[in-house]
């Protein structure tokens, strides 16, 4: 199928010519006091057939941009680039070992490339650890090829393959809305400055293989119809791939992430892999989709990561991840099926890290996360979402009893917990008319925001009033099940239930014995032999000692769990 510019280009687009380049090349325009040399909307013929002109652009206009001085920009936008396109030929090669670089480059131009010549050296010595020295050249000079102007491709068409390999940008890019037809390499490259390919759209493979990214990197709304590599990339800085599409396989191995990772709302079409990556800050994956397997094997997360409202219908393969303290993964609203897809990890640490706020709209997804570890055999994990949902409801219940109902709470009360007296008023005037339904309902009135919503929502319910027998039915469960919690963490931990036991049976033991054996002084006493009563006070000890190491190992409250059971075995 031909491309569908192929068939007519923009009116506005004319053929650049060697006169026109010339031109162009002696009247730059200035844009925020900077010299750009215009070339947009132009058809760039770089074919084969057209090998003299080809030459002279790429001699031209690499001549022109790498004067001494100030650097000059290249705005390449709206234009169509027919032919293979070679970034590194429009750029200077320099060495990034040895004692001198070009005097072209600016003080803060040199900075960039010393940085990244210290980076690439600790990288020579590692290597010269691991292998044989005598293989190494020491002579040997590693070049790169450095563009220093701000290179604009804004919804620039290139037709055939463009080639941007080992190239050190020292300036922004700008390619918001490019369309690459080809495969589009940009293998370790540098961008010392924020790049932008929002709304870009790769048709057939994108590269970015040990690539690094300094500073900010954007991808919101791109869209990647090829295989995509980002494998062994570095991301310095914020990146944001905000309502990407990945329709092939998503390569972002070994890839480390130093700044926060953006990909709420993307696409996933074919298997997205993330093995070996280290993100330093956090992750949001939110209300994303993937269709097929999800791999972050071995990765390293050391933020929390945001699945809110994700989609998972295939594989998410979380085995071997390294999980910084106090780092979860926030899976409320997750849709996920567990007849069709899998959440998969090491026993023991997947079911912790995974991370519910409520309750409310998440019940079918714990239902689903339980039937799913129980398939794969790992009773501890669904172990883990049964006593995380009695947890929730537990939540849920101290709510009901202590919450303030939002339809019949009181304005000084409403004023009280943080709404200010504008707020109070907008929500009696709405009681008025209709009572709320839901508490996300107050978001609807102009004078709430969503901070004062957030900061009262722990505090608010929205119910029909309740009598007091309803209000100690809810109180009675409440008991209910924090006992339960508190003895056996709701049926689900074997060595909190194997503590209380042995507390039990060495109380009951030590009690009966002595009522047995110790039962009167007159006329003639009736009392244990020293030998038995040594017995039973050292087994009494051992056992009371080993339930206290399992309750204090095993329970979230163990001064809880020991009150409990000192209120359930004394009256007894």
Not at 22 to 51: C, H, S, T, W, Y
Not at 86 to 115: K, N
Not at 429 to 447: A, G, H, P, V, Y
Not at 523 to 551: D, Q
């Amino acid at each position: 199928i031909a491309p569908a510019f192929a068939a007519s280009s923009p009116p506005d687009r004319i053929l650049l010519t060697p006169e026109l380049l010339q031109e162009r090349l002696k009247l730059p325009i200035v844009q925020n006091g900077m010299q750009v040399l215009d070339l947009r909307r132009f058809i760039i013929d770089l074919q084969p057939e057209n090998a003299d002109f080809r030459d002279r652009f790429y001699r031209s206009v690499q001549t022109y941009l790498n004067r001494p001085g100030k650097p000059t920009h290249l705005d390449l936008s709206d234009s169509l680039i027919k032919g293979r396109f070679e970034g590194d030929r429009l750029g200077l090669r320099v060495p990034l070992y040895g004692d001198a670089l070009s005097r072209l480059f600016t003080l803060p131009e040199l900075e960039q490339l010393r940085r990244d010549r210290s980076r690439i050296s600790q990288l020579k010595s590692l290597s010269n650890l691991l292998l044989d020295e005598k293989q190494i050249n020491p002579d040997s000079n590693l070049q790169i090829t450095v563009f220093r102007g701000q290179l604009k491709l804004v919804k620039t068409r290139f037709a055939d393959t463009a080639n941007f390999n080992n190239i050190f940008f020292l300036d922004r890019i700008d390619a918001q809305g490019s369309i690459f037809e080809k495969d589009s390499d940009w293998s370790e490259t540098r961008f010392s400055q924020p790049i932008s390919l929002t709304a870009a759209k790769f048709v057939n493979a994108a590269r970015f293989r040990n690539s690094i990214f300094f500073n900010k990197a954007r991808f919101a709304q791109s869209i990647f119809t090829g295989i995509t590599i980002f494998q062994g990339s570095t991301f310095e800085d914020t990146t944001n791939f905000h309502q990407a599409q990945f329709q092939k396989i998503a390569n972002f191995s070994r890839t480390k992430w130093q700044g926060n990772a953006d990909f709420s709302q993307t696409n996933w079409q074919d298997q997205a892999q993330f093995f070996k990556a280290k993100f330093s800050q956090s992750l949001f994956l939110s209300e994303s989709t993937f269709s097929s397997t999800v791999t972050f094997r071995e990765a390293q997360f050391q933020k929390s990561v945001n699945l809110r409202g994700t989609s998972i219908l295939g594989l998410a393969d979380f085995s071997d991840v390294g999980f910084g303290r106090s780092v979860f993964l926030n899976i409320s609203d997750l849709t996920f099926d567990s007849d069709k897809a899998k959440i998969s990890g090491d026993p023991g640490h997947i079911g912790r890290a995974l991370s519910i706020p409520t309750l409310q709209g998440n019940e079918n997804l714990l239902r689903n996360l339980v039937r799913n570890f129980r398939t794969q055999e790992q009773i501890s994990e669904a172990n883990e979402i049964i006593y995380k949902m009695a947890l929730l409801w537990q939540q849920e219940l101290r709510h009901r009893l202590h919450g303030m109902n939002i339809n019949t709470v009181s304005g000084d009360k409403l004023q009280k917990i943080g709404f200010s007296p504008a707020q109070v008023e907008a929500i009696l005037r709405r009681r008025e008319k209709q009572l709320f339904s839901t508490l996300n309902e107050i978001l609807n009135l102009d004078e709430v925001d969503l901070a004062t919503y957030v900061k009262v929502r722990d505090r608010l319910i929205v119910s029909d009033p309740i009598s007091l027998w309803i209000w100690v039915k809810i109180a009675s469960d409440l008991l209910g099940l924090s006992v339960l919690l508190w003895l056996s963490g709701n049926g689900t931990n074997f060595w909190l239930v194997f503590g209380d036991g042995l507390l039990a049976i060495a109380y009951f033991s030590t009690l009966f014995w002595r009522v047995d054996r110790y039962r009167r002084r007159i006329p003639k006493p009736i009392v244990p032999t020293l030998a038995e009563t040594l017995w039973m006070g050292g087994s009494y000890c051992l056992f009371n000692l080993l339930g206290l190491l399992a309750i204090f190992r095993t329970s979230p409250q163990p001064w809880l769990t020991l009150t409990c059971l000192f209120i359930v075995l004394v009256p007894i």
